[in-house]
């Protein structure tokens, strides 16, 4: 071998190697890195996204989530019972007040008490024509028994006549008796025939009439008995009166009668003034009250609340009905929340709600009472708070009670939450995932 062929063969050997050794150059190698942790990027972000999108859709099968939500409860209206001028109203509200506490006081002095001076004079003066009447009737008494003593020198003339009258006039009571008797019987049997429809309307009537009939004079003849038996015993006491045209009745006697006969009347006017003075007194009594009850009169709360609003001012003259003002029940307070219409049968009812108060971090419990189909329309409810309503959505309203040991001081009564919004999970029904993407979707 030659030495040019021996150079030629070691130049080949060693220059082969050195070829294959090259080292890559550092920008490529750099290129190649930042491809390699871009890509793991990507796929980190995807599978970040993917699970992002499980989890919401997990979520959602258990619970509605709506940040439209608010703490409300019912308003209670206090209203003033007359017209006046209000004094005494709360400064603003939010403050709290108990069961009977005075909220305010209505003033009105120009009440009329032209009807309390009208019954004044009305009693004052059936009081003194009463008073008048009394004093006339002792003096009538008086002279009433002056004559009847007069008259008992006479006792002796008309004894036997009248104890004669008497006898006949108790054969013609005992007569009526026996009339009474007979119609009474015949008026039974004349009803039995008339309930078997024998005899007629006309017959029955008949009947009735005659009994009634024979009723009147039974009592008639009672009265002429008695009639008689007193004027025995008037001419046993002295009382002469001889029988015939030329009959004479002593003057003292006569006038004795009379006197009675005044004194009847007047103890039945006695009696009607005195009524009447009674009555307006009681009346006079009634109307005091009235009037000073429309006077003044102290507006009371009727509950254990919170002033929600004020809607008069003090000093403003009202009507008789007028607002003064509001009042709430926080111890009666729940979550107004609005869900999509299309979720309502999602939701479960007496299931655990979670709510959070917007600005505050703790988050409270509370029972789903119940789900209406659509929102809060109608503001005869007195709702302190209602939330949001959309109309172009068709949406639901939730109703939840707050669970007293969720609250956040230990005592449910010292927190007024009315009027807060809040972010609420609403549980719902346990439904598969894929089910709620298609109810979703369709």
Not at 180 to 200: C, F, N, Y
Request: aromatic share 4%.
């Amino acid at each position: 071998m030659s030495r040019r062929e021996y150079i030629s063969m070691s130049e080949e050997s060693t220059s082969a190697p050195t070829a294959k050794a090259l080292p890559v150059p550092l920008e490529r190698q750099k290129a190649r890195t930042f491809r390699i942790s871009r890509r793991f990027w990507k796929l980190g972000i995807a599978g970040g996204v993917a699970c992002a999108g499980v989890l919401a859709v997990l979520s959602e099968s258990e619970y509605v989530a709506t940040s439209n939500a608010v703490v409300s409860t019912y308003v209670l209206s206090v209203r003033t019972p007359i017209e006046g001028t209000v004094t005494g109203l709360p400064l603003a509200s939010g403050i709290s007040v108990k069961n009977m506490e005075t909220l305010a006081q209505v003033e009105n002095p120009l009440v009329d008490p032209q009807m309390l001076i009208n019954l004044e004079t009305l009693q004052s003066t059936a009081q003194s024509t009463a008073d008048a009447l009394a004093s006339e009737q002792g003096a009538l008494s008086r002279q009433r028994r002056d004559l009847i003593s007069r008259s008992e020198d006479y006792s002796v003339a008309m004894c036997d006549r009248l104890n004669r009258d008497v006898i006949q006039a108790e054969r013609e009571l005992a007569a009526r008796r026996l009339a009474l008797e007979e119609a009474s019987l015949e008026a039974d049997r004349s009803e039995k025939l008339h309930k078997l429809q024998i005899t007629s309307d006309t017959d029955y009537q008949k009947a009735l009439s005659t009994k009634r009939i024979a009723e009147q004079e039974l009592a008639a003849q009672q009265a002429v008995v008695e009639s008689i038996r007193s004027q025995a015993k008037s001419a046993s006491r002295g009382l002469l009166a001889e029988p015939g045209a030329s009959s004479d009745v002593p003057y003292s006697r006569q006038r004795a009668d009379e006197v009675t006969l005044r004194m009847a009347d007047n103890e039945r006017i006695l009696l009607t003034f005195q009524a009447q003075a009674e009555q307006a007194h009681a009346t006079m009594t009634e109307q005091t009250d009235w009037v000073n009850l429309m006077r003044h009169s102290d507006i009371r709360s009727p509950i254990n609340g919170t002033v929600w609003k004020i809607d008069t001012v003090n000093g403003e003259h009202t009507a008789a009905g007028d607002t003064l003002l509001s009042l709430v029940d926080c111890r009666r307070q729940f979550v107004l929340a609005v869900i999509p219409q299309n979720r309502m049968a999602d939701v479960a009812i007496h299931g655990t709600a979670r709510f959070r108060l917007i600005g505050e971090p703790n988050e409270r419990t509370g029972t789903v009472l119940s789900v209406s189909g659509d929102a809060v329309k109608d503001e005869n409810l007195k709702l302190a708070a209602t939330p949001t309503r959309n109309p172009d959505k068709a949406q639901a309203m939730v109703l939840i009670s707050i669970d007293p040991n969720s609250s956040v001081s230990g005592n449910e009564e010292d927190e007024c939450l009315v009027g807060r919004n809040a972010r609420v999970l609403i549980p719902t029904v346990a439904t598969n995932a894929v089910f709620r993407l298609l109810h979703a979707g369709f």
